[in-house]
């Protein structure tokens, strides 16, 4: 299938247009039209190369709502003028012992991404969704519920699930005490997603400049970590301390936070961090844990969960020529609090 979309060419080239070949669709694939495609932090290290694993050119984007527009013949789950989701997987082995239970993200064989990923049967590199067309397999698409509004809900797909995955891994529900570093694409998520699930939470900043945008976000309470004081008083106040924050960091002011058999899960940084005093851990029997994304029932339960709960992320729409604009507003952290592109913008801007 001939397409067309926006890559990067190189490490410091801005994203252009590009024209390239969708594989044919196999007896169990599903060919869908974007209609939306959130811009994910994600998309920017991959353009730049900040984890040493791209490729060029490369489209990006695995926060992906689209228009079903083929089937193979296998498939059951969909028809054509289906509204579906796909995130940042399109493949794994599906034979694993964790892609049987429903944990493809931690397939023994290493999921197949959406983007910076190669096919499994055929060794070409993925493509992502910063594009007219995408091609994926079945089990790997997810239905959109009904009334979940299709424009705002594309940062589901990963800064959505990035954070629910953790919060039902960690069985956060009414009664639970949660904590969230940093209220930026990640964070203003968990804020939300704790909420719905009801939970007490607090938001944990540098300082208290971000009080009202916590509290509207549906935040308890905001507790400024440069405050000695207030830190003090928060010890042992939580059950679940998710950090969002994208950067190498201290651990050690959030680890007294924690209550006894409490976790801060790492879902933010992905590489080095600073060195951590095992002390807290040891007296408190506390935890420093890790998540990525979450498997794909689970993806689909938090779909289901956000429509029931009318949950959506805080978005900016952009056109697809103002992605380079965006990556460089993303890199400053001037966006409140994620972007998604209005796909219909692509033709114009690749004309």
């Not at 789950?77 to 796909?86: E, F, I, M, P, S």
């Not at 916590?214 to 905001?222: E, F, I, Y």
């Amino acid at each position: 299938m001939n397409t067309f979309g926006y890559a990067a060419y190189s490490t410091d080239s801005p994203l252009a247009p590009y024209t390239f070949e969708r594989r044919e669709l196999r007896p169990d694939d599903v060919a869908l039209e974007i209609l939306y495609c959130g811009v994910c932090h994600s998309d920017l290290h991959t353009a730049r190369n900040d984890w040493g694993w791209s490729y060029y050119p490369i489209v990006p984007g695995h926060e992906i709502v689209g228009r079903v527009i083929e089937v193979g013949s296998q498939v059951t789950r969909y028809k054509v003028g289906d509204h579906v989701a796909v995130g940042c997987m399109v493949d794994s082995c599906q034979d694993c012992d964790q892609c049987r239970k429903g944990e493809e993200q931690l397939c023994r064989q290493a999921p197949t991404y959406t983007y910076s990923g190669m096919d499994r049967i055929t060794g070409e590199p993925t493509q992502g969704g910063y594009s007219k067309h995408l091609v994926v397999r079945e089990a790997f698409c997810l239905r959109m519920p009904e009334g979940l509004n299709l424009a705002k809900a594309a940062p589901l797909l990963c800064a959505g699930i990035t954070t629910y995955s953790p919060l039902r891994t960690w069985n956060v529900g009414p009664g639970s005490r949660v904590g969230v570093i940093g209220l930026g694409g990640l964070g203003h998520m968990a804020v939300k997603l704790a909420v719905g699930l009801g939970a007490d939470v607090a938001v944990l900043s540098r300082s208290n400049s971000k009080k009202a945008d916590a509290l509207a976000l549906g935040a308890n309470r905001l507790l400024v970590s440069s405050d000695a004081e207030a830190m003090a008083k928060a010890a042992n106040g939580f059950d679940l301390i998710i950090d969002t924050v994208p950067a190498k960091h201290e651990l050690d002011p959030y680890l007294p936070l924690l209550d006894v058999d409490g976790t801060l899960v790492i879902v933010g940084q992905v590489g080095p961090m600073n060195e951590v005093s095992t002390v807290p851990l040891l007296l408190g029997r506390r935890r420093i844990a890790g998540s990525p994304i979450g498997g794909i029932r689970e993806t689909q339960e938090l779909l289901d969960f956000c429509a029931k709960k009318n949950i959506l992320p805080d978005c900016e729409m952009i056109r697809m020529d103002q992605i380079n604009e965006a990556f460089e507003r993303m890199e400053k952290a001037d966006v409140r609090y994620r972007f998604v592109i209005d796909m219909a913008s692509l033709s114009a801007a690749v004309a």
